[in-house]
C-alpha cells in the first residue's frame, strides 16, 4: 500500500497532527478496488513504463484539473497523481503538461489537445470535462462529439485516455441534471484504449462514508480539505493508471 | 362536485399523471424515486411520456373546437396555451435563478463551484435576461416547457392538417428525418442547440395529436404487434442492463453499430427512444381497456386526477422539485428523501384538487350565468 504516505503527506501538509490525523486521513481516502480499476487495457502506458520512461502525461480539463481554484495550482490532482506514480515507479520517469482553464467547454479544449499533440507524443491523456456542458444546459451531443473526435486522434497517435467525470458536490447534483453527460462520457470511454475514471461516484462515496466532504468543511478549514482532496484523487488515479498498465500499483 | 371528470378515456390522465409523478422524481437528482422511473427499464422516459400525451390533448382539444368554431378560433386558443406555459417557464426561470443565488449564498459555495458557470447571471445578467425571454438560454432541468411552447405554436400552425392526417404524418416525418440526417436544431445562447430539439420531438407530438383525432382502426394482426413492441422493449432492457454497464460486449463489433445501439440522443429523439414509447403505448392500449376497473379505483385516483389538471401540476412540480432539491442539498439520508417524494407528492395532488375545483366552480357559474343552459366553459384542456 503505497496509498498511505501520500496521504501522509497530504495531512502533514495541513497540520501538525500525528498519527491519529494519518487514520483519519487513510480512511477518508479509501478507494475501492472498482473506483481504481479501469475496464480496458493502458497499453500505451504499460510500454512506456516497461521502457523506463519518459512517460509524458497530459492532463486537459476545466478548473479543477488546471487548479485555478486554488491558491496553490501544483496541488491540482494531475500534479498529486504524478507524485504518486512516481513514488510509485522510482525508477520512472514521468512528466506531466497541464492544459485547458477554468470554464472550458470539451469543444474548446478540443484545439488546445490538437495543438499539443504536434508537440510530443503522449502515453497518456486525462480529459476532465462534462460540468460546463451540463451546467449549461447544452445538449450531450455537444460533449459527445468533441470527445469522440478527441479519443479517434489519440488513439490513432497511440495514446491511452482517461476521462473523468465531473466532480461531487451536493451544489451541483442539486442544480444540474447530470445523467444525460454522465451517459455520453461512458459512452466516450467505452471503446479499447480509453477508460472512464468515476470521480463522481468515488467522491461521493468519501463524502458518505464521512470521509473528506468539502462542502461541510467549515470555511477556514476548506482549503486544507482541498489539499486533502487532491492528494487523495491523485492517489486514487495513480493507482487505476498502474491498473490499467497491468502493473502492481504497489510498485 | 366530484373532482375527477369521468367523460373521456381515463387512460390518458392516468398515464400522464404518472409521467408527471416520474418528472417530479427525475428533477429532483439525487432522489431515490428516480431510480424506479420510467428511464430505469425503458429506452424512453417521462418526457416521451409527456409529450405524445400532450399531443394527444391537444388533438382532442383543440381538434374539437377546429371542428365547431373553426380553424382561427381553434389556433387562437393554442397560442393563448402557448403563452399561458411561455409565462409559467418564465417564472420557474425567475425561480430557478433565485434557488440557485440562494443556495450559493446561503450555504456559501460560492466560490466552490465557480467552473461550473452557475454564476452565468453573474457573469452577464442582462444578458442572460434577454437569452432566456428569448428561450435561448435554458437553465439545466428547465428545458421541457420552452419545448412545449414551441410544439403548440407549430400545432397552431399545422392543425388544418390534422384533417389530412396522411399529409400531417409525412410532414412531420420529413421534419423528423431531416433531423436525423443534418442535426438542425433551435439555437441557443451558447450555440450548440436546444436539450430537447423541437424539430425532432414534433413528430412524436404529432402522432399523438392524429391518434387523438382520428384513431386509426386496429390493424388485423395484432398478435405480430405485440410480438414487435415487446421485442423493442426487451433490447431496451438488455442495452439498459447489460450493454451500458458493459460496453465490452459489443467490443467485436463494427464500432458503428455500437453507436447506433448505445447512442442515447435524448436531444433528437433518437430512433431507439420513439421505437420504445410507440411500443409501450401500444401495449398499454392492448393491455389496459379503456373501462378498466382499476382505472377508476382509489389507487389511481392521485394520478387520474394530476393527469386531468396536468398543466398546474406539471408547474408545481417543477417548482417543488426546487425545493426538494434543496432539501437533498442539505441532506439526502432516508428522513429528508420521504419527507420531500411524500410532501411533494401531496402537495402537487393538493394543487390539482384545487385546480379541478377552481374548473368545476367556473362551470357552474358559467351556467349560472347562462340562466340554467348548459354552456360549454373550458378552462383547461389538461
Known amino acids: ?251 | 362536485m366530484t373532482l375527477i371528470r369521468g367523460n373521456r378515456d381515463i387512460r390518458v390522465d392516468f398515464f400522464r399523471g404518472l409521467a408527471l409523478w416520474w418528472i417530479f422524481g427525475d428533477h429532483i437528482p439525487g432522489d431515490a424515486l428516480s431510480h424506479w422511473s420510467l428511464q430505469n427499464f425503458a429506452m424512453c422516459d417521462a418526457t416521451e411520456v409527456f409529450v405524445l400525451l400532450a399531443g394527444f390533448g391537444a388533438g382532442l382539444a383543440y381538434g374539437r373546437t377546429m371542428d365547431r368554431q373553426g380553424y382561427v378560433y381553434a389556433a387562437a386558443d393554442t397560442v393563448r396555451r402557448a403563452w399561458t406555459l411561455y409565462v409559467a417557464h418564465i417564472f420557474l426561470f425567475v425561480v430557478f435563478t433565485a434557488q440557485v443565488a440562494y443556495s450559493a449564498t446561503a450555504l456559501d459555495r460560492v466560490a466552490y463551484l465557480e467552473e461550473s458557470r452557475l454564476d452565468i447571471l453573474g457573469d452577464a445578467p442582462y444578458r442572460a435576461l434577454l437569452e432566456a425571454l428569448l428561450l435561448r438560454f435554458q437553465p439545466s432541468l428547465l428545458n421541457i416547457l420552452p419545448l412545449y411552447v414551441v410544439l403548440l405554436l407549430m400545432f397552431a400552425a399545422a392543425l388544418p392538417l390534422l384533417r389530412w392526417r396522411a399529409v400531417l404524418f409525412g410532414v412531420s416525418l420529413a421534419l423528423y428525418a431531416a433531423v436525423q440526417a443534418t442535426g438542425i436544431n433551435f439555437p441557443s445562447w451558447t450555440g450548440e442547440g436546444w436539450f430537447f430539439n423541437p424539430l425532432a420531438w414534433q413528430f412524436l407530438f404529432m402522432i399523438g395529436a392524429i391518434l387523438a383525432y382520428s384513431p386509426p382502426a386496429m390493424p388485423r394482426r395484432r398478435r405480430a404487434w405485440d410480438v414487435a413492441s415487446v421485442l423493442v422493449l426487451v433490447a431496451g432492457l438488455i442495452t439498459i442492463f447489460v450493454i451500458d454497464n458493459h460496453p465490452r460486449v459489443l467490443a467485436s463489433l463494427p464500432t458503428q453499430f455500437v453507436h447506433l445501439v448505445i447512442e442515447e440522443d435524448k436531444t433528437g429523439l433518437h430512433p431507439f427512444r420513439l421505437l420504445s414509447i410507440l411500443a409501450l403505448t401500444w401495449l398499454a392500449v392492448r393491455l389496459v381497456p379503456a373501462q378498466a376497473a382499476w382505472l377508476r379505483s382509489r389507487p389511481a385516483a392521485p394520478f387520474v386526477l394530476a393527469g386531468q389538471n396536468s398543466l398546474p401540476v406539471f408547474c408545481a412540480g417543477v417548482l417543488l422539485g426546487f425545493i426538494g432539491r434543496l432539501g437533498l442539498e442539505a441532506s439526502d439520508g432516508p428522513a429528508m428523501q420521504l419527507g420531500v417524494n411524500l410532501l411533494g407528492g401531496a402537495a402537487m395532488l393538493t394543487v390539482g384538487a384545487l385546480a379541478a375545483w377552481y374548473r368545476g366552480k367556473a362551470r357552474a357559474d358559467g351556467e349560472r350565468r347562462a340562466g340554467g343552459l348548459r354552456v360549454a366553459v373550458r378552462t383547461d384542456t389538461g
Open chain 1, 1 to 251: 500500500m503505497r496509498r498511505l504516505p501520500a496521504c501522509l503527506v497530504a495531512v502533514s501538509l495541513l497540520s501538525a497532527g500525528g498519527a491519529a490525523r494519518a487514520g483519519e486521513a487513510a480512511a477518508a481516502c479509501a478507494a475501492p478496488a472498482e473506483f481504481t480499476t479501469p475496464d480496458t487495457a493502458l497499453e500505451h502506458v504499460r510500454a512506456a513504463i516497461a521502457a523506463g520512461g519518459p512517460v509524458n502525461v497530459l492532463a486537459i480539463g476545466s478548473s479543477s484539473t488546471v487548479g485555478s481554484d486554488a491558491r496553490d495550482p501544483g496541488a491540482a490532482y494531475p500534479y498529486r497523481m504524478i507524485e504518486a506514480l512516481r513514488a510509485a515507479r522510482p525508477g520512472v520517469t514521468f512528466r506531466l503538461d497541464v492544459r485547458g482553464g477554468r470554464g472550458l467547454t470539451a469543444g474548446e479544449m478540443l484545439p488546445q489537445l490538437e495543438r499539443a499533440l504536434k508537440d510530443k507524443h503522449y502515453a497518456l491523456v486525462i480529459w476532465q470535462t462534462g460540468t460546463v456542458e451540463a451546467v449549461g444546459g447544452m445538449p450531450p451531443d455537444a460533449l459527445t462529439d468533441p470527445l469522440e473526435q478527441g479519443r479517434d486522434l489519440l488513439l490513432r497517435a497511440g495514446t491511452n485516455l482517461i476521462v473523468v467525470d465531473p466532480r461531487f458536490s451536493r451544489f451541483l447534483r442539486a442544480n444540474v441534471d447530470l445523467d444525460p453527460y454522465e451517459s455520453a462520457l461512458e459512452q466516450v470511454a467505452s471503446v479499447p484504449g480509453a477508460a472512464l475514471f468515476h470521480r463522481f461516484d468515488l467522491m461521493h462515496a468519501w463524502v458518505d462514508d464521512g470521509g473528506i466532504d468539502l462542502e461541510s468543511t467549515p470555511q477556514d478549514k476548506r482549503e486544507a480539505a482541498a489539499v486533502q482532496l487532491n492528494a487523495c484523487l491523485g492517489d486514487a488515479m495513480a493507482r487505476f493508471v498502474l491498473t490499467g498498465a497491468a502493473l502492481p500499483p504497489g510498485g
